[in-house]
C-alpha cells in the first residue's frame, strides 16, 4: 500500500492518528491543515469510505443512488494536508503510544482519536445461531444486519434482484421476508422493503418482529400508534412483545413461537464496535463503550480520545445516533488541538432533544421532538434537506 510504510517506521514526527471516519473525524479530517500548521502529522484510518445512515433506509427503498450516500474519506483529508491509510485498527499498545492495524503494520501516536462507531447488537445467540448466520439466498446472504451500512445497498441489489421472475430460482409463493427489530432502524427498514417490493412490482409477505409490545417505544406514544397504522395499512405484519430466542437457517424463534423466512434482516440495536474491546478500551467489559470524559478524553489514558457510538459519556451511554457525533465533532477537533497546545479542553454538553425523522418508505416522513411528532410530506422534505446538506459539505471538498 503506496505511503504506509513511510509513515509507519517514522516514531520521531508527532502524529495524531485519527481511527475510523465516523461523523467527528470527518469534520477533524476537513480541518487537517490546524494540524499540518502545528508540523503534525494528522493520519486517519479507515478501512474504506464513509456510508451515512440518515439516507441509507432511502437507499434501500430504491429513493437514493449509493453514490449519494458516501463519502470519500481519503480525498477529504488529503485535500486538507493529511494522511490517509486505508486499513483497520486490530489493537493498541498503550505504552508505547502505537496503533496495530490488521495489515500487521504498527503506527506510533502523540495523540490517538477513536471513532469507529458501532454494529449490531444480536440477542445471545448459541453458536448453531451464528452458523444460520452463513445461510444464502440466491446471489447473497439468507441474514442480514443492518449496519455496516453498505450492507443496505448490497441488499438492495440481491432484492432487486430476487424481485425479477425470470432472474431468480423460482419460489413456491412470494418471498417471506421478517425484519426483527421494533426499533426506528428496524421500522423503517421493513417500510422501505416494502417501498423497493412495491417500485419493482414484487409481491412479498413482510413481518415486523419487535420485542416491545409498543414501536419506538423511546419516542411519543402517539408517533408509535402513527408508525403501527402506517404498517397495518401497508399489509406489513406487526409481531409485537415478542423476544428474539434463536435464529435456524430459515426461521427464527421469537416469543415462543417459529416464524420462516426467506430473509431476514436484524435490526436489534447497536453496540460499541467490537474493536473497542480489542483496543483494551471496553474497561466495563465486552460490549461496553470507551468510557469518556466530559472533554471527551478516556478517563484512563489522556493521549486518547473518542468520539459517537462507540464511547460512554461521563458515566452514561448516550444514544447510537449519528446526530450526537455530529455534535461533538467541533468540540473535539478543538480538544486535540488544544491538547496538543497543552491548552484547557472544552466539554460537551450532550443535546437533551433531537430531531429525528423516519423515512416511511411513501414520500412520509415521521418527525419527532421531544415529546412531539409529525407524519407528512414535509417531514421527509426536511429530513432529505438535512441529510443532502450533511453530506454536500464534505462531499464538495473531496
Ligand atoms: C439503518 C440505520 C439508519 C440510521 N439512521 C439514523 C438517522 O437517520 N439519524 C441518526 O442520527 N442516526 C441514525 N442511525 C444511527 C447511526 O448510524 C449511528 O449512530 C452513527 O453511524 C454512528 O456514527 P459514528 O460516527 O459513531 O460511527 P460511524 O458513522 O459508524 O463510522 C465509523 C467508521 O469507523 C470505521 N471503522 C470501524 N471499525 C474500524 C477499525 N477497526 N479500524 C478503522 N476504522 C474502523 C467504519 O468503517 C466507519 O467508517 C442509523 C443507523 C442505522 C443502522
Given at each position: 500500500m503506496p505511503g504506509r510504510n513511510n509513515v509507519i517506521s517514522d516514531a520521531s514526527i508527532k502524529r495524531v492518528v485519527l481511527v475510523g471516519a465516523g461523523h467527528a473525524h470527518l469534520h477533524v479530517a476537513q480541518n487537517a491543515r490546524e494540524f499540518v500548521r502545528r508540523g503534525v502529522d494528522l493520519v486517519l484510518v479507515d478501512p474504506g469510505k464513509f456510508w451515512y445512515s440518515g439516507l441509507a433506509t432511502g437507499m434501500l427503498g430504491g429513493i437514493y443512488e449509493p453514490a449519494l450516500d458516501q463519502v470519500d474519506a481519503q480525498r477529504l483529508i488529503e485535500r486538507a494536508g493529511g494522511r490517509f491509510i486505508a486499513d483497520t485498527a486490530a489493537g493498541l499498545d498503550r505504552e508505547k503510544r502505537a496503533l496495530h492495524l490488521a495489515s500487521g503494520a504498527t503506527l506510533p501516536y502523540a495523540l490517538v482519536s477513536i471513532n469507529v462507531g458501532s454494529e449490531v447488537a444480536l440477542p445471545h445467540l448459541s453458536g448453531e445461531d451464528h452458523a444460520a448466520l452463513r445461510g444464502t439466498w440466491g446471489s447473497g446472504p439468507r441474514i442480514w444486519t443492518v449496519k455496516p451500512i453498505a450492507n443496505l445497498w448490497r441488499l438492495r441489489q440481491q432484492l432487486e434482484q430476487r424481485f425479477q421472475p425470470a432472474a431468480a430460482a423460482p419460489l413456491p409463493g412470494p418471498p417471506r421476508v421478517v425484519v426483527a427489530g421494533g426499533g426506528p432502524t428496524g421500522c423503517e427498514i421493513a417500510l422501505n422493503i416494502d417501498a423497493l417490493a412495491r417500485k419493482c412490482g414484487a409481491r412479498i409477505r413482510l413481518s415486523l418482529i419487535s420485542r416491545s409490545p409498543q414501536l419506538i417505544s423511546r419516542q411519543p406514544r402517539g408517533a408509535a400508534k402513527a408508525l403501527a397504522a402506517c404498517l397495518q395499512r401497508r399489509g406489513i405484519e406487526l409481531i409485537a412483545g415478542s423476544a428474539l430466542q434463536g435464529i435456524e437457517t430459515d426461521r427464527l424463534l421469537a416469543g415462543g413461537q417459529s416464524y420462516p423466512f426467506d430473509l431476514l434482516v436484524l435490526a436489534t440495536g447497536l453496540k460499541p464496535a467490537r474493536v473497542i474491546a480489542d483496543m483494551?478500551?471496553?474497561?466495563?467489559?465486552?460490549?461496553?463503550?470507551?468510557?469518556?470524559?466530559?472533554?471527551?478524553?478516556?478517563?484512563?489514558?489522556?493521549?486518547i480520545f473518542g468520539a459517537g457510538d462507540c464511547i460512554d459519556f461521563d458515566g452514561r451511554e448516550l444514544p447510537k445516533l449519528g446526530v450526537f457525533g455530529v455534535r461533538q465533532a467541533p468540540l473535539l477537533l478543538h480538544n486535540l488541538l488544544a491538547a496538543l497546545d497543552s491548552q484547557p479542553l472544552k466539554d460537551y454538553q450532550p443535546q437533551k432533544n433531537y430531531l429525528a425523522i423516519l423515512n416511511l418508505g411513501c414520500g412520509d416522513g415521521l418527525a419527532t421532538w421531544g415529546p412531539f411528532y409529525w407524519r407528512g410530506r414535509a417531514s421527509l422534505w426536511w429530513k432529505d434537506r438535512i441529510d443532502r446538506r450533511f453530506l454536500a459539505s464534505y462531499q464538495q471538498r473531496e
Open positions: 483494551n478500551l471496553a474497561e466495563a467489559g465486552e460490549g461496553s463503550g470507551m468510557q469518556v470524559g466530559r472533554n471527551l478524553r478516556w478517563t484512563s489514558d489522556p493521549a
